[in-house]
């Protein structure tokens, strides 16, 4: 009888996941705090016996990427990041990879380093396939991701990389695979080429995309051609965050990771629902263990069960970046300035920094959106702005629930044109 689920962790009661979880957290916590160097001044202090629940997680700091980058600058490789090495290291890495930037990043020798098999079995992958790999091979770990993913699925892959379309209709047309990975524009670059080659593809049907929007017009086309097409939402640094399932309610969090969406510019948990930066904790990896890593990406967490049977918390998707720092009068104004300002004034339940241009003139004005009545006056609102972005800004106050739920606290709508 064909299984519907990758293993009995998928459907686990909420209540016993977030158990396990949080007792696997402060075991990855302690074991950061003593072989990754760089957390050790991270968490300087921190009890990680006490980390076992989301608000003991939420008092440690947020490591953002690019904070990685510039303290890998500083400490190559690495940046005291990660448990292994290599010239003499216990454990070493396997390979080592660049994305850009660079920020460099370990693969360990465990099995499915980056946890890609769940996700390929969600998208319908089975051992005994041939996956034609379409990810890069080189400087960046994509293809090694999918590839080691498939391999503890127990698939053979076709190592086809990128480019070189026209051979990789051939290989495809030869080999005959039973499904594709890599990005969603190259398998429609390789899908219009074989329909110009007049190559019929009739093996392809299943597909694991990432790294670029995967659009319901795309998907609906390739369910035209016989070819179900799912996404995963992944990275280099934290390998599988969360999957798409044949439901189609959203994207599942990975079983080896805790995800918190929090206020961008803060590591501030954000209400269920509300758009927020995806913070991820790695729990399964302790090569390389990121305690709350913020991603940048800007996601929501949706209510309820999917109808997949699958019971870890769903994510909306990926909808924007939350680095949303721009440039005023020459100054920089970061969403973290925002959220100062917001801390001095409790009153101040949302915010959202619009920055425009009338006249020529920048000019910054902070909607916000009051619990209770309005304060008679907007001045010490307008002082805090100037104290915190040394810039001069206006306020203009919204009725709860006015401000649009979309992640934004800063909103450059300038027109340079």
Not at 325 to 350: C, L, N, Y
Request: hydrophobic share 40%.
């Amino acid at each position: 009888m064909a299984r519907d689920h990758f293993d009995a962790l998928e459907t686990r009661d909420p209540e016993l996941r977030e158990r396990a979880q949080f007792a696997a957290l402060a075991r990855q916590v302690a074991h950061a705090q003593s072989a990754a160097p760089a957390f050790a001044k991270i968490l300087a202090g921190v009890d990680a016996v006490a980390v076992t629940s989301r608000a003991a997680l939420a008092r440690l700091p947020v490591t953002r990427k690019s904070e990685l980058l510039e303290i890998q600058k500083q400490s190559r490789p690495f940046g005291g990041f990660a448990a292994i090495g290599w010239g003499g290291a216990v454990p070493t890495a396997r390979r080592v990879f660049a994305s850009p930037g660079p920020i460099y990043e370990p693969e360990g020798a465990r099995p499915d380093y980056w946890r890609l098999a769940r996700a390929l079995f969600a998208a319908g992958f089975r051992a005994g396939d041939l996956i034609h790999n379409a990810f890069s091979y080189h400087f960046t770990p994509a293809g090694s991701m999918l590839e080691t993913g498939a391999h503890a699925l127990g698939c053979a892959v076709f190592p086809g990389g990128t480019g070189q379309t026209e051979q990789q209709v051939q290989a495809m047309a030869e080999l005959r695979p039973d499904g594709y990975v890599g990005t969603p524009s190259f398998l429609r670059i390789i899908l219009e080429k074989a329909d110009e080659q007049g190559v019929a593809l009739p093996s392809l049907r299943r597909a694991l995309v990432s790294g670029e929007a995967f659009l319901p017009p795309f998907r609906d086309a390739l369910a035209a051609r016989g070819i179900h097409g799912y996404q995963v939402y992944a990275s280099a640094d934290l390998g599988t965050i969360a999957y798409e399932t044949p439901s189609r309610d959203g994207l599942i969090v990975d079983e080896g990771v805790i995800v918190e969406i929090v206020r961008p510019g803060t590591g501030d948990p954000v209400t269920a629902g509300e758009v927020g930066e995806v913070v991820v904790t790695t729990l399964t990896n302790t090569d390389y263990p990121l305690i709350r890593f913020g991603t940048g990406d800007l996601s929501a967490q949706l209510p309820g069960i999917s109808g997949c049977g699958r019971t870890n918390m769903r994510l909306k998707g990926w909808m924007g970046r939350a680095d949303q720092t721009t440039k005023v009068k020459g100054m920089f104004v970061h969403p973290s300035q925002v959220a100062d300002i917001v801390r001095r004034h409790p009153e101040i339940v949302r915010a959202r920094l619009t920055v425009d241009n009338p006249d020529g003139n920048d000019r910054m004005v902070l909607q916000v959106e009051i619990a209770g009545a309005l304060p008679a006056s907007a001045d010490a609102i307008v002082a805090a702005i100037r104290d915190v972005t040394k810039l001069r800004g206006e306020v203009a106050f919204r009725k709860p629930g006015e401000l649009p739920n979309d992640g934004k606290v800063i909103d450059d709508i300038r027109k340079f044109d």
